[in-house]
């Protein structure tokens, strides 16, 4: 049975109705997960769950281990990733605590996280027009409504590094480009679920207007955190509705994004790498 991978703050686990099963570590060849996954269920779904950030949320965005969090993923059988996150908005109507499942991202991170399992002795392109999972992200609006959330579905979500926030000249040049939302995780998260051939689909819960609003030129830290704790429940309610939603099947690409993306000749690749990724890259090179 394959499962669902849920990403997100420790707050979201705490689902009515989930039983915990156990709490394991996955050894990655890139190092620690954030923290050990915690496998679980509802209603007959099997799923994982992982912190982030730790599961005191003491890792900046820009040094979580991206690659040994969704490998791990990988290992424990994950098929779906949903990614329950915070963002800032960029557009006057998608208002604090909104939610809003992104079908685009733009990286402003100027490659400051590894975004690829395939960086020594094998080369893969992915096909990565269209990043998110259109049937997970369907599936996520059909919850929100379920669950009488409002969220807007599609938008641009733009991966700024942090730690900080934007200055007021950077969330109006966003502004200029059409972006919807920001935040500092989505990006590697969706890359490298793409690699893995994992569905992946992001909540992104609106916590502040960045600081380009006229009446919110002053994001702080208070102000966030008060919003984040009170999409809490909204996301809780959301991925209860979604995973019930969700079943087997995968009437999507996903699940195939590297049948024509390895370009090393499989002679060339060294056995190290075939070995390490070895769960991602094995069916291609029978």
Request: glycine share 8%; hydrophobic share 40%; proline share 5%.
């Amino acid at each position: 049975m394959s499962r669902i991978g849920i990403i997100g703050g420790s707050g979201v686990y705490e689902l009515e109705g989930v039983k915990k099963i156990e709490q394991t570590e996955v050894d990655t060849p890139f190092g620690p997960a954030s923290a050990p996954f915690i496998v679980a269920q509802l209603q007959g779904k099997e799923l994982v769950f992982l912190p982030r950030h730790g599961r005191h949320h003491q890792i900046n965005p820009s040094q979580i281990n991206y690659r040994a969090n969704i490998y791990g993923m990988k290992k424990l059988g994950v098929e779906k990733i949903i990614s329950v996150s915070a963002c800032g908005s960029l557009k006057e109507n998608l208002k604090p605590l909104d939610f809003v499942i992104p079908d685009q991202f733009v990286d402003r991170t100027n490659q400051a996280r590894k975004y690829s399992f395939f960086d020594q002795g094998l080369v893969a392109h992915i096909s990565f027009a269209h990043p998110v999972c259109p049937h997970l992200s369907q599936k996520a609006k059909q919850a929100a409504d379920q669950a009488g959330v409002k969220a807007h579905q599609g938008g641009t979500y733009l991966n700024m590094e942090g730690p900080q926030f934007s200055t007021l000249a950077e969330s109006n040049l966003y502004r200029s480009w059409g972006m919807d939302i920001i935040g500092m995780t989505n990006m590697a998260e969706a890359r490298l679920a793409r690699e893995a051939e994992i569905c992946y689909v992001s909540l992104a819960a609106v916590t502040d207007y960045d600081c380009w609003h006229p009446d919110h030129d002053s994001v702080t830290v208070e102000v966030i955190l008060n919003n984040l704790m009170k999409n809490v429940d909204n996301s809780k309610k959301i991925l209860r509705e979604l995973i019930l939603l969700l079943d087997q099947q995968r009437p999507c690409t996903c699940g195939k994004a590297l049948e024509h993306s390895l370009i090393t000749r499989r002679e060339f690749i060294p056995e190290k790498v075939k070995k390490d990724l070895g769960i991602i890259i094995g069916k291609y090179l029978k």
